[in-house]
Nanobody
Framework: QVQLVESGGGFVQPGGSLRLSCAAS????????MGWYRQAPGKQRELVAG??????YYADSVLGRFTISRDVATNTVHLQMNSLKPEDTAVYYC?????????????WGRGTQVTVSS
């Protein structure tokens, strides 16, 4: 089993920035990829970004604004979110698994709330 704990969510005004972090523990040897999903009220959970080795994946809606990075030495993954918009408001979930794209994740964190509002 893999345990994932997110941190860094909060409230920010439009145009602002936040940095999410996720610490992985447990059977981390089984993890090839890590990523971030989000779910807004009344909407389906969507993959925001994923990373495996030097390869990254981004949803079109965040491309150019969000950056995912992974520190293998500390088993953490970060999501730097810039130029935030109200439509980025959601609960953000850290995920880990086999591949960085949709359907490739087997483990989930409990989520951290991100609210973008003026």
């Amino acid at each position: 089993q893999v345990q994932l704990v997110e941190s860094g969510g909060g409230f920010v005004q439009p145009g602002g920035s936040l940095r999410l972090s996720c610490a992985a523990s447990g059977s981390i040897f089984s993890i090839n990829a890590m990523g971030w999903y989000r779910q807004a009220p009344g909407k389906q959970r969507e993959l925001v970004a994923g990373i495996r080795g030097g390869s990254t994946y981004y949803a079109d809606s965040v491309l150019g604004r969000f950056t995912i990075s992974r520190d293998v030495a500390t088993n953490t993954v970060h999501l730097q979110m810039n130029s935030l918009k109200p439509e980025d408001t959601a609960v953000y979930y850290c995920a880990a698994g086999r591949r960085p794209t949709q359907g490739g994740y087997d483990y989930w964190g409990r989520g951290t709330q991100v609210t973008v509002s003026s």
